[in-house]
C-alpha cells in the first residue's frame, strides 16, 4: 500500500491499515504485520496517524509474559489469561492528527504531536485514536517524530518516579540500570532539578551516561554498590535487582527507594518498610498515571536542549520482528524507535 494514498477499504468500507499484532503470548515470532480495521476518534478524541513509536521493556514484558516474581496470575487478569486481550503493543506514539472527534478544540488536523498510551497500547500501528485532554501535546519543533516520541514512555516513567522523591538541588541520586529509556531519561532530569548523579551500568556505557550529565559511575561489572557505604538520598531501581533488603544500607535517612521494577513481595511490603525505616520505599506499574502538562514540561526541556533524545537502534514497521528480538537482548541504550514510512 502506498502510504500516500488512502487505507483500502473493506466491503462494509471501513478502512484498514496495517498493524503489528500478536494474537498468542510468546516470543518476537507471535508479532506479525497485518491489516486490521483503522479506528475512527469517538467524541472527545484524536486519530493520529503514527509516523513513529517504541519496542519498550514493557511491549516485550507484555508479549512474552516475563513478568517479575509473583505477577503473573496479577497480569494475566489485565493482560489475558489464554490470548492478549489488546492486539497491538506500543505505549506511545509520535504523529500528525488525522481527524478530531466531536468537541475536540484543542488539536485540528495537521498538528504534529506526542502521546501516551500507557496500558491501553495500540501504538504499533498507522492510525491510533486518543483522548485530546489525555497525556498527549504538540511535539518539540527541535525534533523529528522519531526523537521526540523517545520522550513518551522513558521520560515520563522517570519523571513521574522522581516527583514520587520530591527531588531538590544538591541531592544525590544514584540511578540503577542508567542506561535504557527510563534511565537515561532519568540521569537527564534528575540533573535538570540539580541534583548529585550517579549511574550504574556495565562498563560499555559510561561514555554515553556521562554525556548525558551523569557525576559518578559504577560498574556493575566491576563492584556493587551497595558494599562501599556510600549513602544516596534517592535509589531509582530501572533493573528490579535492587529490593530494599539489598540496598537499605544504601539509602540516607529519610531518603528513597524508587522501584521502576518491583516483583509481588516488594509491593507487598513497601508500606511496612516505609513505615519501620522512614525511608520512602515507592512502586508503580502499567497504572501509573500521566497528563498533558507532563508530556508538555518534556517538550519544554527537549525545546530548550536541556533533553537529549537517547536511540539505539531504529526499525521499519516491517522489521518488527528484528525489533523486539533485540529488545528481548536486554541490551539496548535508550530506546528502540519503530518508524513507519
Known sequence: ??????????????????????????????????????????AGEVLIKVMASTVSVADHRVRSRNVPKGLVALTALTLGVFRPRTRVLGMDVAGVIESVGQGVTTFRPGDEVIAMLGARFGGHAEYVSVPAKGPISAKPRNMGFEKAVTLIFGGLTAKTFLGMAAIKTGDTVLINGASGAVGTAAIQLAKHLGAHVTAVSSGANRELVESLGADGFIDYTAADFTADGTTYDVVMDCVGNAPFARVQGSIAPEGALLLVIADLKGMLSARGQSRRSSKLITFGGLKLTYTADDVAYLVGLAEEGKYRAVIDRTYNLADVVEAHRFVDTGRKRGNVVLRFP
Open 1 to 42: 500500500m502506498n502510504p500516500s494514498q488512502p487505507a483500502p477499504a473493506t466491503a462494509a468500507g471501513a478502512r484498514t491499515m496495517k498493524a503489528a499484532t500478536y494474537r498468542r503470548f510468546g516470543g518476537p515470532d507471535v508479532v506479525r504485520v497485518e491489516e486490521i480495521a483503522q479506528p475512527a476518534p469517538r
